[in-house]
């Protein structure tokens, strides 16, 4: 079975908030799923720990937080 995170355990690790690991996940910069038999709205975004090291790995290569932060804000602007 694949070990997976909450978005509070995957932003704790990043030093990010929740809300951006759960804007990272909508924009498709991680992969994460709804957690339950009936995933809907309000059930809680799961990710693989694959995902943690992968992410860490991006961040430490392409200009850090800051850059993945940057690019998630023109994303939402974007969509606005």
Known sequence: MI???TTY???DALGVSRDTVERWVKLGK???QKKGPFPGK???IVI???ELARVK???KTSG???KM???VRTAVEWND
């Open 69 to 71: 932060v940057q690019d």
């Open 9 to 11: 355990e995957f932003a």
């Open 64 to 66: 850090g937080i800051a």
């Open 42 to 44: 309000t059930s809680p």
């Open 48 to 50: 693989p720990v694959s």
């Open 57 to 59: 790995k991006l961040m």
């Open 3 to 5: 070990k997976k995170l």
């Open 30 to 32: 991680v992969k994460g």
